[in-house]
């Protein structure tokens, strides 16, 4: 996931892009998509996401960019708001 966002955010420059509004986008877009459980040996849960075809991909960076939109017009770290799509 955060290749994707690295891929998307660099198409953005004005976007800030700090730690805070990183973790802003991929939380948003984490919340939005369908998570996939697996347990491992030890009894411990853990999410992955399954980006095995090219909608599940699509889907992805759709929620990114919906992220990145939304994070753009009210950044919580202080940056000024943008308008990116």
Avoid: W
Avoid at 24 to 31: E, K, R
Avoid at 43 to 62: C, H, K, P
């Amino acid at each position: 996931m955060h290749r994707d966002y690295d891929r998307l955010r660099g198409t953005f420059p004005a976007f800030c892009g700090c730690d805070t509004c990183k973790g802003d986008v991929l939380v948003y877009a984490l919340n939005r998509l369908s998570p996939h459980y697996v347990s491992t040996r030890a009894g411990e849960i853990l999410t992955e996401l399954s980006l095995q075809t090219d909608q599940e991909r699509a889907r992805l960076s759709v929620v990114l960019l919906e992220g990145l939109r939304k994070v753009g017009l009210a950044p919580r770290c202080g940056a000024k708001p943008i308008q990116l799509i």
